[in-house]
C-alpha cells in the first residue's frame, strides 16, 4: 500500500517539527506549508490524502485554504485551534472540515484522530450503496450527489455522509452516540456540538424549517429522524 500523504499547514515551529517527526514515524508521507498560499499550492501538486491545518497563518487564516479546498476537492480536513477559537472552530466545520484539535495537543492524539478520519474515509468509498430518493430529495452514495427538487445541493462531507445515515434509516430514530461513532469515529475525541452544528447546516441547506420540519426532525436528548417516505406522502 502506497504511503499516506498528509500535507501539515502550520507556521510555529515548535509545533511543526514534533509533528513532522511523529508522522514520519509512523509511516506518513508528511509534506509542509507555513501561509495560506503556500498551503493551495503544496495541496495542488502534492495531491494529500488529509490536511492538517492550522487556523493561525501569517498572511490569512486557515479558514480561507478550508474554503478553497472544498470548491473542488473533498480531502479530510483536521483543523488545529486554540481553546478559545469555538466560533472558528464552528465556521471551520460548516466550510467542511472533518475535524479539529485544539491546542495543546498530543502528537500521540493527532495521529489517532488521522486514522480514524482515514479510516472512516476508506470504509465510505469501498462500497457505495444505490440513490436513495425520499419526497423529492435524491441522494446517490456512489456519486456522492444530492439533489432537492432536482436541483444540486453542495454539502460538506459530514453533511453528506449524516445525510446518508439519516435517509438509510428513514423513519427510524438515530441517536446522536450512533451518529457520532458512524459519522465521525468510536474513538471521537471532541464534543458533541459538532453533531448539531451540522444538522444546522443540513437544516439550511435543504430549507427545512427546524419548527414545522419536512425532513429532519430533532428528538431531544435522543437523536434525530428523517422523515418516512409514508410520512411525506
Not at 495543546?104 to 468509498?125: G, N, Y
Amino acid at each position: 500500500m502506497a504511503q499516506r500523504k498528509v500535507l501539515l499547514v502550520e507556521d510555529e515551529p515548535a509545533i511543526l517539527e514534533p509533528l513532522v517527526e511523529a508522522l514520519r514515524r509512523e509511516g506518513f508521507a508528511t509534506h509542509t506549508a507555513g501561509s495560506v498560499s503556500r498551503a493551495l499550492d503544496e495541496a495542488r501538486k502534492v495531491e494529500p490524502d488529509l490536511v492538517l491545518l492550522d487556523l493561525m497563518l501569517p498572511d490569512g487564516s486557515g479558514l480561507d485554504v478550508c474554503r478553497e479546498l472544498r470548491k473542488d476537492s473533498h480531502v479530510p480536513i483536521i483543523m488545529l485551534t486554540a481553546r478559545r477559537d469555538e466560533t472558528d472552530r464552528v465556521l471551520g466545520l460548516e466550510l467542511g472540515a472533518d475535524d479539529y484539535v485544539t491546542k495543546p495537543f498530543s502528537a500521540r492524539e493527532v495521529i489517532a484522530r488521522i486514522r480514524a478520519v482515514l479510516r472512516r474515509t476508506d470504509t465510505r468509498s469501498s462500497a457505495p450503496e444505490g440513490p436513495i430518493e425520499i419526497d423529492g430529495l435524491r441522494l446517490d452514495p456512489a456519486r456522492r450527489e444530492v439533489t432537492r427538487e432536482g436541483e444540486p445541493l453542495e454539502l460538506a462531507r459530514k453533511e453528506f455522509d449524516l445525510l446518508s445515515l439519516l435517509m438509510r434509516e428513514a423513519g427510524t430514530v438515530v441517536t446522536r452516540e450512533r451518529l457520532i461513532d458512524e459519522v465521525w469515529d468510536v474513538n471521537w475525541f471532541g464534543s458533541t456540538k459538532t453533531l448539531d452544528v451540522h444538522v444546522s447546516a443540513l437544516r439550511k441547506k435543504l430549507h427545512d424549517d427546524s419548527a414545522n420540519p419536512r425532513w429532519l426532525h430533532t428528538h431531544r436528548g435522543i437523536g434525530f429522524r428523517f422523515a418516512a417516505p409514508e410520512e411525506t406522502a
